[in-house]
Nanobody, 117 residues
Framework: QVRFVESGGGLVQAGGSLRLSCVAS????????MGWYRQAPGKQREWVAG????????NYADSVKGRFTISRDNAKNIVYLQMNSLKPEDTAVYYC??????????WGQGTQVSVSP
């Protein structure tokens, strides 16, 4: 059974940084395209970033390009999202799962990121 456990969220002031972690089980992140998503209050879940199965390609939503970096630790089976220069509009619950375009596995509980002005 595939399971994702996200952590690392919190309350930060605008301009600050956070690093999110996603511990995966039942799936090997080193051979799967993985992605980060977020859902703000009252909005649909949106894709934020993705990393290819080879790790050689990384893609980002325009809204986070240049500020966020997705990476992974194959040995620990963890996917990370480094978030810098955070903005209030980045406030959301963040989730990891298979990358966009691939049928997602069950969603985890996510981790809340709140950015104050």
């Amino acid at each position: 059974q595939v399971r994702f456990v996200e952590s690392g969220g919190g309350l930060v002031q605008a301009g600050g940084s956070l690093r999110l972690s996603c511990v995966a089980s039942g799936i090997t992140v080193s051979i799967n395209a993985m992605g980060w998503y977020r859902q703000a209050p009252g909005k649909q879940r949106e894709w934020v970033a993705g990393i290819s199965s080879s790790g050689g390609y990384r893609n980002y939503a325009d809204s986070v390009k240049g500020r966020f970096t997705i990476s992974r630790d194959n040995a620990k089976n963890i996917v990370y999202l480094q978030m810098n220069s955070l903005k209030p509009e980045d406030t959301a619950v963040y989730y990891c799962n298979r990358d966009r375009g691939i049928a997602p596995s069950s969603w985890g509980q996510g981790t809340q990121v709140s950015v104050s002005p």
